[in-house]
């Protein structure tokens, strides 16, 4: 395996992670709520009063900022080398995931290790080694 470093960008990849920290320490703050994506989405499930704008707004923010920065001159280009099929199973083992680790990468991995929780240190410990299995198994046992 070889390190495609024309494509390594650390630098860009620090700040981003630096905004997500952010944007997910501001959301906790202002508005009380962690920034899991699995728990922002599921609230749509089982709808509360007055539960329901700030969830748009978020999701709704969520998809723009691509576009967003496209219309700034930022230049994107996404390449999914996978079949359909692929894809929605890979999606439905995600959302089984997240129901039974109760949250996802998001809440775990950067809002609850924020917090300092255990069950997210292990959550997060858990999908990580998952993920490095995967590729490993993927890319030097199957290919």
């Known amino acids: 395996m070889q390190i495609d470093w024309t494509a390594f960008t650390p630098g860009s990849a620090a700040l981003g992670g630096l905004l997500i920290g952010a944007a997910a320490t501001i ?9 899991g994506i699995s728990g922002i989405v599921g609230g749509f499930l089982r709808p509360r009063r007055g539960d329901i704008a700030w969830r748009v707004a978020f999701i709704a923010g969520m998809l723009a900022t691509p576009a967003l920065y496209e219309l700034l001159g930022g230049r994107m280009s996404i390449e999914i080398d996978a079949s359909s099929a692929t894809l929605v199973a890979a999606g439905l083992l995600v959302g089984w995931g997240t129901r039974a680790g109760s949250g996802c990468t998001s809440g775990h991995g950067v809002c609850g290790l924020a917090l300092r929780s255990p069950r997210s240190l292990a959550a997060t410990l858990s999908f990580m080694a998952a993920g490095f299995l995967t590729v490993f198994v993927v890319r030097h046992l199957v290919s």
Do not use: D
């Open 27 to 35: 959301f906790a703050v202002l508005a009380g709520r962690i920034a």
